[in-house]
C-alpha cells in the first residue's frame, strides 16, 4: 500500500475536484434518465424506448464508476460522491491511518483512524500539517 504525506495528497485536490465534477454530472444525468426509465416501464407502452433508457442508464453509471477508479489508481480511496469523500492511507506517529479530504477543502487538515469514518475526522497536529 502507498503512503501519503500531506503534501502529495494537497498536490491532487485538483484533479480530484474534476474527477468528481464529472462524477456529479453522470450522476446528475443518471438520475433524470432513471426517472424516464421509470415513467417509461410504468406506462409499459414502449418496451423498446425503456430497454434503450435502461441502456444509457447503465452506461451513465459505468461512467461514474470510471471517474472512482481514476481516483482509486491515484492511489486513494473514493468514500463518497456527495459531497466528494476522499481518505489517504497515511503513516501517523507509526500508526496507520487516513488522510481525508472533502470537497471544497483546499488543503489536508484532517485525518482518521482506519477504522473511523468521516465522523472521526481529527484535525492534524501542527507540525504534519505543514509537511
Not at 12 to 36: P, S, T
Not at 103 to 122: C, D, Q, V
Request: proline share 5%; charged share 30%; glycine share 10%.
Amino acid at each position: 500500500m502507498r503512503y501519503f504525506s500531506v503534501k502529495e495528497a494537497e498536490a491532487l485536490i485538483g484533479d480530484l475536484e474534476e474527477i468528481f465534477a464529472r462524477a456529479r454530472a453522470l450522476r446528475d444525468q443518471a438520475e433524470k434518465k432513471a426517472q424516464n426509465v421509470r415513467a417509461l416501464e410504468e406506462a409499459d407502452t414502449d418496451p423498446a424506448s425503456a430497454a434503450l433508457e435502461r441502456g444509457q442508464l447503465m452506461f451513465l453509471a459505468n461512467g461514474i464508476n470510471e471517474c472512482l477508479g481514476q481516483v482509486a489508481a491515484l492511489g486513494a480511496v473514493p468514500k463518497g460522491l456527495d459531497p466528494a469523500l476522499v481518505d489517504f492511507p497515511h503513516r501517523l506517529d507509526g500508526r496507520e491511518v487516513y488522510l481525508c479530504w472533502s470537497a471544497g477543502e483546499k488543503n489536508i487538515s484532517h485525518y482518521h483512524g482506519i477504522e473511523e469514518g468521516f465522523g472521526g475526522r481529527t484535525p492534524l497536529p501542527k507540525k504534519k500539517a505543514a509537511s
